[in-house]
C-alpha cells in the first residue's frame, strides 16, 4: 500500500512570494501524480495530472515537477486567490491523497 | 460541460447502509469512469471506489467489505451504498469523472459534494 506525505503541513506567504510544496512516495509510482486545490466548503480542484501537465484553465503560475517517489508543487508569483490547501495523489495503485498543505496568508 | 450533483439523506442511523446518488449532466455517464471520495469535517481526502466504463469495480481495501458503487445508464446516475455505518463514516462525500491519457488518470470535475452524518 503506497503512502504519500507532503510537507509542510502549512505555510505562510505573502501575495507575489513563490511558494513550494513537497509530495513524497512511500515507494516510486513514477509519473503518476496529480495535484488539487481545495477551498473552504468546496471540492477540490485538479491543477496538475500526471506530474507536471497543467489542467485546461489553470493559471502558469502552478507548476509542477519530480518522478519515482518525490515530487514538488510549485505557485510563483502567489496571487489571493491562492490561498488554499493542496493536495496530492496518486494513481499508481490504489488511489490515495496526502494529507494536505494548507497555503494561508503571512 | 459535464456536471455532477450528489444527492441523498444528510443523516443515517448508525450500523444502517448509506446510500447516495451522484447526477450526471452534461455528458453520456458510460462514456468514462467514476469514482466516489470522501472527506470528514476538517480532515484530508479519502478515495472510496470507481467504476469503471466495463462496469468493472474497484474500492479501497479498508472500505471494500462494506461498499457498492453502480451505475444506472438510463438515468444517468451513478451511486453508492456504504453498509454498516459508524460515526467514522460521517464525511463530505463526492462523485468525481475520470481523466484519462493512457495508464494516467485523475479525478475531474468533481461534484459540490454532500454531507453525511451518522447518528447513534
Known amino acids: 500500500d503506497i503512502q504519500m506525505t507532503q510537507s509542510p503541513s502549512s505555510l505562510s506567504a505573502s501575495v507575489g512570494d513563490r511558494v513550494t510544496i513537497t509530495c513524497r512516495a512511500s515507494q516510486s509510482i513514477s509519473s503518476y501524480l496529480n495535484w488539487y486545490q481545495q477551498k473552504p466548503g468546496k471540492a477540490p480542484k485538479l491543477l496538475i495530472y500526471?506530474?507536471?501537465s497543467l489542467q485546461s484553465g489553470v493559471p502558469s503560475r502552478f507548476s509542477g515537477s519530480g518522478s519515482g517517489t518525490d515530487f514538488t508543487l510549485a505557485i510563483s508569483g502567489l496571487q489571493p486567490e491562492d490561498f488554499a490547501t493542496y493536495y496530492c495523489q496518486q494513481s499508481s495503485d490504489t488511489p490515495r491523497f496526502g494529507p494536505g498543505t494548507k497555503v494561508d496568508i503571512k | 460541460q459535464v456536471q455532477l450533483q450528489e444527492s441523498g439523506p444528510g443523516l443515517v442511523k448508525s450500523s444502517e447502509t448509506l446510500s447516495l446518488t451522484c447526477s450526471v449532466s452534461g455528458g453520456s455517464i458510460s462514456s468514462y469512469s467514476w469514482s466516489w471520495i470522501r472527506q470528514p469535517p476538517g480532515k484530508g481526502l479519502e478515495w472510496i471506489g470507481y467504476i469503471y466504463t466495463s462496469g468493472r469495480t474497484n474500492y479501497n481495501p479498508s472500505l471494500k467489505s462494506r461498499v457498492t458503487v453502480s451505475v444506472d445508464t438510463s438515468k444517468n446516475q451513478l451511486s453508492l451504498k456504504l453498509s454498516s455505518v459508524t460515526a467514522a463514516d460521517t464525511a463530505v462525500y463526492y462523485c468525481?469523472?475520470?481523466?484519462?491519457?493512457?495508464?494516467?488518470?485523475?479525478?475531474?470535475?468533481w461534484g459540490q459534494g454532500t454531507l453525511v452524518t451518522v447518528s447513534s
Open positions: 500526471a506530474v507536471s
Open positions: 468525481a469523472r475520470h481523466g484519462s491519457s493512457g495508464a494516467y488518470y485523475w479525478f475531474d470535475p
